[in-house]
């Protein structure tokens, strides 16, 4: 897989503030009395802002391949078709792939 991007630098206080109280919250979520930025004081938030150099990687494109067992006899492949199938969820599509051809 090649993913192509581009990096962006980001020194505003306010995009950092918002990445810095959006990553809280994801990861304080999980506890009865989650941490949140708005309870520690504003002076120290503001010093620890400056320490942070925000960057961005924005996607421009994803190149890739999939391999489905092609190099396999068709016995095998009809194998793993049966076994992914039997598993259900996300492995019956890989088999659904599978079994269209590719």
Known sequence: MHVHEVFVVHDDAE?????????TQRHESQFDVPWAVEDAPPDYIDAMLKAI?????????????????????????????????AVGGPSAEVAKAMRSGF
């Open 15 to 23: 995009w950092k503030r918002a990445l810095v109280t959006r990553l």
């Open 53 to 85: 150099v925000g960057i961005e990687l924005r996607i421009t494109s994803i190149q890739a391949k999939r391999k489905l067992s092609q190099n396999r006899s068709p016995e095998d492949i009809a194998g793993t078709i049966s076994g992914l199938s």
